[in-house]
């Protein structure tokens, strides 16, 4: 078994404890592998060890991977853009991805929506909500969350699915978990509203390889998982 494959077992053991300690059925939680900055064999290896979504951070990395993937692996895998999304960037999401987890303006959504291919399905799409208002971080402020999502629910070729969240670092579980529960009772709030175009609004996006057992115990429905499978990253210097 490759490293990436026994790491793979391994975080899906640590969703399934902590589905269990939370009394939740451990396929309400899907887990995104995050390939940022590893190379197109690393996804092939974690695909071949059952991996079929993938999230992306930095936009044309994540097309040329796509690609490159698509070259040496079928079926196809799911496509998640989980990193900040400029105005001269949102074609190559709204044609190259499947998801977008960090749309935090109206603004990019109606691009998104506007440059989505008719003939692929329509773009799955989360809010993200800077859930503790910390200063380094981007999102929606809470109290605009509602406003922002009855908007883009009414955008063709989107579909709205849910929240996603990036606290800062909290130290411990018990304080990881006061910020997830925050980002639940919103999530809660909306979908509970029941409104026009949120029938599929039922993704909440949060947890990482640090706090995946506390987001887990919250509520979060998909976490998005990077180091715990591929390793430490290496950066290129500024």
């Not at 995104?32 to 936009?59: C, M, P, W």
């Not at 603004?107 to 998104?112: P, S, V």
């Not at 922002?148 to 130290?171: C, E, F, N, Q, T």
């Not at 990482?208 to 430490?232: C, K, N, P, Q």
């Amino acid at each position: 078994m490759t490293t990436i494959a026994n790491n793979l077992q391994q975080v899906l053991g640590r969703i399934a404890q902590a589905c269990a300690a939370a009394g939740r059925d451990p396929a309400s939680v899907s887990l995104l592998a995050v390939s940022k900055t590893f190379g197109a064999d690393a996804v092939v290896h974690a695909a071949a060890a059952g991996q079929r979504a993938f999230g992306e951070n930095y936009i044309q990395e994540g097309v040329d991977k796509i690609a490159a993937v698509g070259r040496v692996f079928s079926p196809a895998l799911q496509w998640h853009c989980i990193g900040p999304i400029q105005s001269n960037k949102t074609r190559l999401v709204a044609e190259h991805f499947d998801w977008a987890h960090t749309v935090d303006r109206l603004k990019t959504a109606e691009r998104l929506s506007a440059q989505r291919p008719e003939h692929l399905p329509p773009l799955q799409l989360c809010i993200q909500v800077n859930i503790d208002g910390g200063p380094t971080k981007s999102g929606a402020v809470p109290a605009d969350t509602l406003e922002l999502a009855r908007a883009v629910a009414k955008l063709p070729r989107l579909r709205l699915r849910g929240l996603m969240s990036i606290p800062d670092h909290a130290p411990d579980f018990e304080a990881q978990l006061a910020i997830h529960t925050r980002a639940k009772r919103l999530f809660d709030e909306i979908a509970g509203l029941g409104a026009p175009g949120f029938e599929n609004f039922d993704t909440l996006s949060m947890g990482m390889t640090a706090d995946l057992e506390a987001a887990i115990h919250a509520g979060s429905t998909l976490v998005r998982v990077g180091t715990g499978i591929f390793g430490g990253r290496t950066y290129p210097a500024a």
